[in-house]
C-alpha cells in the first residue's frame, strides 16, 4: 500500500527549514494503521479501528520538539512545522500538496473467522472441551520516516494478537499468522492452563527452572531492556558497559529485525535509519547496546537503528523489535533429564525490569515440576525474581532447536509495542522462586 | 463537530442502519518533559470518531482518526444485537477551569526545572530519571438514532515524576498528582513527598508487625482503597455484598461512605454524560456502613445514571468508575488522627503499584513509627491486606479529600486503619 500521495521532495524542502543547525535531528513520521477484531467462534462483536497522522520533531542539544497531528494535508503539515521549528515566519514556504493514498475496503482477514473453530478442533484432539472465550485482532500498520536528505521506503507490519478467557485464567500470543501451527500454539497453551487450574502454587525457595522456548523469549525481552541505551543511562554511563559481563557464557543474543518473521520484519526503524543484525550479547558480555538517533549521537560506540515508537503521539526510543537467541548444543528432553529436582515453565504470562536497580520478575500462571530428570505434576502460579543480571548469569544451557515467536506486549514507558523472538528452551540453575497470582 | 457526527448519522440511516450511534473526540495537548540530560516538548492534536451500528440481531463498532463525514465505509456486522439508551434531559454547569489555556512551552519546562531545582536543594544529587507533566482539552459530542444529542468539553493535566536518589544506593520513588488544568498542579508539594520518601527510604529502618493501627495521608489511602473498586462495578448487589463478605448488607462503622460520582464538581473526569449519553449522577455504593447499590448500566437497572465510559474514541463504552472516593468526615483534621495514634505507623508515602499475591494485595509504603501521638523515627515496610476485608478496618476518616488518577479518579481522605499487616520488603 501506498501511504502518501505527494511530491516527497517537498516535504524533504520544508523540513531543511526547521533548524540550520546541521547536527540537529529534524524529520516526519507518517503513519496508518488498522486493527479488526472479532470474538471467534461466531463472527461477533465485529470491529474495525483506523487512523491515520504524522508527527514532525525537532532534536537539537539537549531539546527536543514534537508535533503530531491526526490527519495528513498540507496545512497541517505547515502548521505542525511551524510549532516545531519555533522560529518560521509564515508565508515563507508554500504549502505543500499532501495527502494520504485511499484505504481499501475494511474487511477482516478470511482466517480470522474460523480460526475459532480451528482452535477447538485442536482442544478435541487433546481430548478438551471447556467453555472459553477467543478474541482475535489483526493488526496493520504503515509508515515512512522522511528527513531533511532521506525519505524512507514504506514499511509495513502485519501480525494477530489472540486472547483467550476460561476457567483457568487469561492468556494472550502474538503471531505472524493464523496458521495450523497457530491453532495448536493457542490450544496447546488453553489446554495446559485448563489442565492446571486447581494445581497448587510450588514451595516458595530456590531451584532449577527450565523455560520454554516461548517463556525463553519473555525473560530474553525483559534482559534486552536492561541492554537499552536509555535504561543504561539511568545508572551511569552506557559506555562503559560494553565488554561488561551480563549473562553467562552460552547466551550469545541478537536483535536483528530484518530476520523478524516475514509480515514483521523490517528494513528501517521508525526513525528510518537501516536496523542491524546487532549482537546484544556475546558470550555473555555487553557488545552493541540498543540505541537510537538521539543516544547514538551522544555515544560513539553505539550504532542507531534500533528506535521504536507506538504511534506518532510518542517520542521514538531504544527498544527491540527481534531477539534471536544462538541454539545451543542439548535437546530439550537432554535439558529436562539433567535436573534432580526443579520446575518446567513453557510460558510466562508477564515479565518486569526496575531499571534502577535491576530487580526483576518473570511470572509464570502455570507449570510442572521435575523429579528425577522427569516431568511430573502440574503447578499452580509462581514466579521467578532476582536481580537480572544474576538470572541470566543462572542460565546452564541452552536448547539446539529454536522456535520463532511472538514475545509479546511490551509496555516500557507507557508504549504498547509487539515484540517477537527466535528463542530456544533453556536451563536455569539456581534461580529463587516465589508465589504467583492466579489470573482469573 | 455536531454537524459532522450528524452527517455521519444519517450517512448510516442511508446504508440500513436506522439504529446507530455516533461519538467524535477532538483534543489538544501538551507533554513536557525532563530526564537523562533532555528536556522536551511534544504538541498533540487529536481527533477520532466511533460509530456503533446495527439492529436487534447484528451489530459492527468502526472508529477512525480525523472527523466524521458523509462518506462511511461501514465493515460488515457481525451477530449480536445492538441497544442504545433514549434521550434523557440533563442540567450540567462546566467547571471554570476547563476554559483554561493549555500550559505555554515556557510555563511547563520552568516547572520541571523549578521541581528539580527543589529536588535538589533538599537532597543533592537526586534527580528526575524521567518527570512529565501533561496538559490537555477535549471536546466530545454524541448523538445517536434515540434521539441524543450532546457535546461537552474536558480539561486534565497530571504530571508523574520519576525520582532516583544519590548514588550508591540510588533509591527510586515515583510521586503523581492530577488536576482540572496544568496550573492548578502544585509542583512544590510533589516534590516535597519524593523529598520525604528519598529520606525515609535512606534514614529509615524495615518494621515488620502484624494487625497495625496505622494512619495514610490520602495518596496512600487512595491506593488502597483502589483495590476494592472492583466488587462495586458492574456487579449486582448480592455479587457485591458476597465478595466483602456482608451477606447481611454491613460493611463497616457509620463513618463509612463511598460514592461514585461521574459528575463531581471539579472533577478530572466529569461531563454531563457518560460515554452513550446516559446522564451522569452521584452514586451511594455504601451510605453509613451500609451496602448501597453498584455501578450497573441502563441496560441492567432501570434509571441507573451514566457509568458507561469511553477511555477514549477508540474504545468501546464500559461500565466504569469516574470518580470514586470514600467520603470525608469535615469534622475531624488529618493531623488529629496522627496525634489520637497511641502507638503505630504514619503513612506518608507509598509506591506506586500494588503487588498480588493470592488473595492479598501488598503496597510499599513509607513513614514513621508513632508513640503517643509524636513521630519517633523513619520506618518504611509494606502493607499486605485482602481487599475484601479493608473496608471494615476503616476507623475514620479526616477531612483532606485528595484524588489520585488509576484509570478512574480514585479519592479518599486521610485514613485511620486498625489491624493490617505489615511485611517486610522482599
Known sequence: ?440 | MREECLSALDAAGRQGWGRAEVFAKRGRSRRFRLGQGMESVHSSEEAGWAVRFGDDRSSGFYTASGMPGGDLALPEPGPGGLRLPGAAATSWRECESVTHPLLSEAEGLEMLRAAQGRLQSEIPESYFCDATVDDGASESCIVSSNGVDVAFRGRAAVLRWEVLGPAPALDRTVVTAAAVSGRELRGEAVVDRAVDVLRIRRDGRPVESLGARIVAVPEVSARLLSASMGAFVGSSREESAQWLGATDGEVGGRHLSLVDDGRLEGGLLSAPVDGEGVPTAARELILNGRLGEPLVAWDVAVGASGCRRRSGWRDRPRVAASHFFLVPDATISPMSLVEDLASGYYFVGSDETLDAKSNRLSLGVYGYEVAHGKPIGPIFGRLAWDPRKLLGKIVAAARDLRFVAMGAMVGAPTLEIDGIDLIPDP
Not at chain 1, 510450588?202 to 527452572?209: A, Q, T, V, Y
Open chain 1, 1 to 440: 500500500m501506498n501511504l502518501l500521495d505527494t511530491d516527497l521532495g517537498s516535504i524533504c524542502r520544508c523540513l531543511d527549514l526547521v533548524s540550520a543547525d546541521p547536527e540537529a535531528i529534524v524529520d516526519c513520521y507518517f503513519e496508518r494503521s488498522e486493527e479488526s477484531g472479532l470474538v471467534a467462534g461466531a463472527i461477533a462483536n465485529v470491529e474495525v479501528h483506523r487512523e491515520e497522522g504524522f508527527a514532525v520533531r525537532l532534536v537539537a542539544g539537549d531539546g527536543a520538539f514534537i508535533a503530531s497531528r491526526d490527519r495528513i494535508d498540507g496545512d497541517t503539515f505547515l502548521e505542525a512545522l511551524r510549532r516545531t521549528a519555533r522560529r518560521m515566519a509564515t508565508g515563507m514556504v508554500p504549502t505543500p500538496r499532501l495527502r494520504p493514498s485511499p484505504w481499501p475496503r475494511a474487511e477482516p482477514d478470511e482466517a480470522m473467522p474460523v480460526f475459532g473453530a480451528a482452535v477447538a478442533r485442536e482442544l478435541r484432539r487433546r481430548r478438551l472441551a471447556f467453555p472459553h472465550r477467543l478474541v482475535v485482532r489483526h493488526h496493520r500498520r504503515w509508515l515512512q520516516v522522511v528527513g531533511r536528505e532521506l525519505v524512507g521506503d514504506v514499511e509495513s507490519e502485519a501480525y494477530f494478537s489472540v486472547r483467550t478467557e476460561s476457567e483457568a485464567g487469561r492468556w494472550g500470543a502474538l503471531l505472524p499468522d493464523l496458521g495450523a501451527e497457530a491453532a495448536s500454539r493457542v490450544a496447546r497453551a488453553l489446554g495446559a492452563g485448563f489442565r492446571a487450574r486447581d494445581a497448587d502454587s510450588p514451595e516458595p525457595g530456590r531451584c532449577d527452572l527450565v523455560l520454554g522456548a516461548p517463556a525463553a523469549a519473555v525473560l530474553l525481552h525483559e534482559a534486552a531492556h536492561a541492554l537499552e541505551i536509555d535504561t543504561l543511562a539511568v545508572t551511569g554511563n552506557p559506555d562503559s558497559a560494553v565488554g561488561f559481563r551480563f549473562g553467562s557464557e552460552c547466551l550469545d543474543l541478537l536483535d536483528d529485525p530484518a530476520a523478524a518473521p516475514e509480515t514483521v520484519k523490517r528494513r528501517t526503524d521508525d526513525e528510518g535509519v537501516p536496523v542491524l543484525r546487532r549482537w546484544l550479547l556475546r558470550g555473555g558480555l555487553i557488545c552493541q547496546p540498543l540505541a537510537d538517533r538521539r543516544w547514538a549521537a551522544e555515544s560513539p560506540s553505539v550504532s542507531p537503528g534500533a528506535a521504536r515508537r507506538q504511534s506518532r503521539h510518542w517520542a521514538p526510543g531504544p527498544r527491540s523489535h527481534h531477539l534471536e537467541l544462538v541454539a545451543g548444543t542439548v535437546s530439550g528432553r537432554e535439558l529436562v533429564a539433567g535436573v534432580r529436582h526443579g520446575l518446567f515453565a513453557a510460558e510466562a504470562t508477564r515479565g518486569w525490569l526496575d531499571p534502577s536497580t535491576g530487580a526483576f520478575e518473570l511470572s509464570f500462571a502455570h507449570g510442572r515440576k521435575i523429579l528425577g530428570g522427569e516431568l511430573t505434576e502440574r503447578v499452580g502460579p509462581f514466579a521467578l525474581r532476582g536481580k537480572v543480571g544474576l538470572v541470566l548469569g543462572s542460565v546452564a544451557a541452552v536448547a539446539d532447536r529454536t522456535v520463532v515467536s511472538g514475545a509479546g506486549w511490551c509496555a516500557k514507558g507507557g508504549q504498547k509495542l509487539p515484540v517477537w523472538g527466535t528463542s530456544a528452551a533453556m536451563l536455569l540453575e539456581g534461580v529463587d522462586i516465589v508465589e504467583g497470582q492466579r489470573d482469573a
